[in-house]
């Protein structure tokens, strides 16, 4: 057991997050696993109160480390520097490791990279802070030390992170439209999300920029929350399916659309220790690329897809 004195007064979390120079999240697993203690008592509530000079014990688990996987793909780094990470993740590409994912992940690469962050809550972090389907494309941040994950997530969760997203859909929008429908596990089949009248709170906000004489369009898309597939699952709910994604009910063969053309096309955040705002294009890789080429008019797509003039179409 580590132990020291309290020298301020306050909740042990706090106290214990400002000691160890981690997060309270971090903290908060620790004493709900029953590793803290203050004079020699265990400690159950992070909200529990310490007074100067009190003695507090902790302990760390023994971090659950991955073995190692071998990487044999790369992936395309957008900016880099000592406290963040943007990738351009390939579609195919699984961000985080699960009992039922056998193949080598994001974090996997990372990890060859030599990017782990700290393993004080018994889980070892390489600074995912937000996700990606496997099958969507596009910009993902990775914090590089614990301090800037915590900021990141708190940008996630306050709105002042985000991403604009671009998908091919087979039927154009009637209008621009906001859908506002909450989402949870379909009850038929455990692959899919669906919109549910008890699910989490979801938000969805659906720009319409170019169509074809084939029906289908190219629109952007903008989360107000990060729900699993919610894209995926707002359109299903106006009938409009994002092409090759099957899952979700379009109709196609495989061999024709491969994955779901659906990408993390502008990332913005504020930077975790400058605070300097910066935003990054990630490039479209060149299946969709080349479905937009064939079938939209190419002035009218670079027109379009300039960031300032999409990030004005959200602000209408």
């Known amino acids: 057991m580590n132990r020291f004195n309290v020298k301020t007064a306050g909740r042990i979390d706090k106290v214990l997050a400002q000691e160890l120079e981690v997060s ?17 008592k265990t400690v159950t509530k992070p909200s529990f109160k310490v007074a100067e000079g009190d003695e507090i014990a902790y302990a760390f688990k023994e971090a659950e480390k991955r073995e190692p996987v071998e990487v044999d793909f790369d992936v ?3 900016y880099e520097d000592e406290y963040l990470m943007v990738v351009n993740k390939p579609s195919g590409l699984v961000v985080h490791p699960a009992p039922s994912v056998k193949e080598p992940t994001l974090v996997d690469w990372l990890m060859q990279r030599g990017i782990s962050l700290s393993t004080i809550s018994g ?13 969507t494309t596009g910009a993902l ?30 039927h154009p929008l009637k209008e621009d439209v906001v859908v506002d429908k ?9 692959l899919k999300m669906d919109v ?19 029906e289908t369009e190219l629109i952007a898309a903008k989360l107000f929350t990060g729900r699993t597939h919610q894209i995926r699952v707002h359109l299903g709910s106006l009938g409009r399916h994002i092409l090759g994604d099957d899952l979700y009910g ?7 659309i491969p994955r779901v053309y659906l990408h993390a096309y502008l990332l913005y955040l504020m930077h975790p220790k400058s605070g300097e705002k910066m935003e990054f294009l990630a490039p479209l890789f060149d299946d ?6 064939k079938y939209f008019d190419a002035q009218s797509v670079d027109k379009v897809l300039e960031p300032s003039r999409l990030k004005e179409r959200f602000s209408q």
Not at 24 to 40: A, P, Y
Not at 124 to 129: A, K, L, M, P, S
Not at 182 to 190: A, L, S
Not at 250 to 256: A, T
Request: aromatic share 4%; charged share 30%.
């Open 24 to 40: 309270r999240n971090q903290i908060e697993k620790l004493i709900k696993d029953g590793l803290v203690s203050v004079n020699g």
């Open 76 to 78: 395309e780094v957008l």
């Open 123 to 135: 889980e070892e972090r390489h600074g995912i802070v937000h996700r990606i389907d496997k099958e």
């Open 141 to 170: 941040v990775v914090a590089k030390t614990n301090e800037a994950h915590e900021k990141l997530s708190i940008q996630l969760q306050d709105k002042s992170m985000g991403r604009y997203y671009l998908a091919l859909i087979d």
């Open 182 to 190: 909450p989402i949870g596990r379909n009850t038929n089949n455990r």
């Open 196 to 214: 549910v009248p008890h699910g989490k709170e979801a938000k969805t906000a659906f720009k319409k920029l170019l169509a074809t004489p084939h």
């Open 250 to 256: 379009f109709k196609s063969k495989r061999d024709k």
């Open 288 to 293: 969709m690329q080349g479905y937009i080429a």
